[in-house]
């Protein structure tokens, strides 16, 4: 079926080294792309998004790039610190009657001091 | 500031009872949903709301309610019906009328059985 999923379960990075952190998708008929920061006991935090008429976009210390001929998702963190441990995950906003999102299961950020 | 409130952070049920939950937002969105998060899988959705006075249920709705009064508050209900109720529930909130936008989510509250 349609799924939403992600490569790496777990990520330990170095603190101030680059994250990445990818997502399949396999909905073709998803435009829309979100992916979240979820900290230990608390809710997913909107991080940042992107449309499927994009192919990247930058926030502050993040970027998220879009292949849609692979259906690849991407969340680039420059400069990793010890506040962006957590787990990430992606979700992908299929067309439908109301704004049906498909959560991934997540990868966790481990950064290293 | 706005946001999403969610109560009880913590919440025991007995054998047999219901227990509701509280999503209150002062975000002005017309859309809430509510979610199911279980350890090592993504969040699935219970019940979700585009309006006031009117809700649709999602892909696990069996042993929930909800009911949508006011538009800032969409309240579950966790009944004797469901039998495997542990779990971390988030509730969520956009403004569906401007587009795609993201789901914003409350803290989360965290569902035992006593």
């Known amino acids: 079926g349609e799924s939403v999923g992600l490569h790496l379960p777990t990520l330990s990075v170095q603190e101030g080294d680059n994250s990445i952190i990818n997502c399949a998708y396999s909905n073709s008929a998803s435009d829309y792309f979100i992916w979240y920061k979820q900290e230990s006991g608390k809710g997913p935090q909107f991080i940042i998004d992107i449309r499927s008429n994009m192919d990247k976009r930058q926030g502050q210390r993040v970027t998220v790039l879009l292949n849609k001929t692979v259906k690849h998702l991407s969340l680039q963190i420059a400069a990793t610190q010890p506040g962006d441990s957590a787990v990430y995950f992606c979700a992908e906003n299929i067309a439908g009657g109301y704004q049906k999102v498909t959560f991934g299961t997540g990868t966790k950020l481990q950064v290293i001091p | 500031d706005g946001g999403i409130t969610q109560s009880p952070k913590y919440l025991f049920r007995k054998e047999g009872q219901n227990v509701t939950l509280s999503c209150e937002q002062n975000?002005?969105?017309?859309?809430m949903y509510w979610y199911r998060q279980d350890p090592g899988q993504g969040l699935r959705l219970i019940y979700y709301s585009q309006i006031v006075n009117d809700f649709q249920k999602g892909d696990i709705a069996e042993g929930y309610s909800v009911s949508r009064e006011k538009k800032e508050s969409f309240p579950l209900t966790v009944t004797s019906a469901q039998k495997n109720p542990t779990a971390f529930y988030l509730c969520a909130s956009n403004d569906s009328g401007q587009g795609k936008q993201p789901q914003h989510f409350g803290d989360g509250t965290r569902l035992s059985i006593l």
């Open positions: 975000l002005n969105h017309d859309a």
